[in-house]
């Protein structure tokens, strides 16, 4: 598990207890001595007004298709979650080094930084 894999997990509702099984990328390597991982949702729901630290993941562009999302998605950079690694389902694929750095100066951004 590292920066840039996407996974499917268990994520966090932000507005009730529970939780979802979605793809998240990962912001982190597994920290801590129960293990745990920075992530960030993704959502095949494309909101009207995106913000400046979403990214459009499209698996029909050649820079997307290492992803292996089945649709359009979007990478919501706001909503962020640590989840035990236990959480992770299974490996979907990863974002190509040029759209990981763009994530990562994203985050900069997000936290002012």
């Known amino acids: 598990m590292r920066p840039g894999e996407i996974h499917l997990a268990q994520f966090p509702f932000g ?27 993704i959502s095949s729901v494309t909101p009207a007004q995106l913000l400046p630290t979403d990214l459009i ?11 292996h999302l089945k649709t359009k998605s979007v990478l919501r950079l706001h909503k962020l979650a640590t989840i035990h690694c236990s959480s992770l389902a299974r490996s979907l694929g990863s974002l190509d080094a040029a759209s990981l750095a ?12």
């Open 57 to 67: 993941l499209d698996p029909t562009k050649p820079e997307f298709r290492s992803t």
């Open 102 to 113: 763009s994530v990562f100066n994203k985050l900069k951004q997000l936290f002012g930084i």
């Open 15 to 41: 507005d009730m207890p529970g939780m979802k099984l979605r793809p998240v990328l990962l912001l982190t390597g597994p920290l801590g001595s129960v293990p745990e991982i920075l992530v960030a949702y």
